[in-house]
């Protein structure tokens, strides 16, 4: 089993900045791929940003630019950070890890007003 905790989310302005963390636990070593996917009201959830094996990444369209994912290995936690946030970045934002299933956390809200 894999445990998945975020933190980070909150209220920003438009143009602001925000970082997400995840913090993995468990089986952290059948982990290969870990990722940060969002969901906005009424929309179905969507993948925001994606970290590899060797620190690839990928990232959707929407964010590039402004979205860069990162991870501490050592501490087996993940980062987005999202800059020039925008009121569309509205989401629940969710951490995600690959192992031999997708394990999801709970969930964190950010909120970007206008």
């Known amino acids: 089993q894999v445990q998945l905790v975020e933190s980070g989310g909150g209220l920003v302005q438009a143009g602001g900045s925000l970082r997400l963390s995840c913090a993995a636990s468990g089986s952290t070593f059948s982990i290969s791929v870990m990722g940060w996917f969002r969901q906005a009201p009424g929309k179905q959830r969507e993948l925001v940003a994606r970290?590899?094996?060797?620190?690839?990444?990928n990232y959707a369209d929407a964010v590039k630019g402004r979205f860069t994912i990162s991870r501490d290995n050592a501490k087996n936690i993940v980062y987005l950070q999202m800059n020039s946030l925008k009121p569309e970045d509205t989401a629940v934002y969710y951490c995600?890890?690959?192992?031999?299933?997708?394990?999801w956390g709970q969930g964190t809200q950010v909120t970007v007003s206008s």
């Open positions: 995600n890890a690959l192992s031999y299933r997708d394990f």
């Open positions: 970290i590899y094996s060797g620190d690839l990444t």
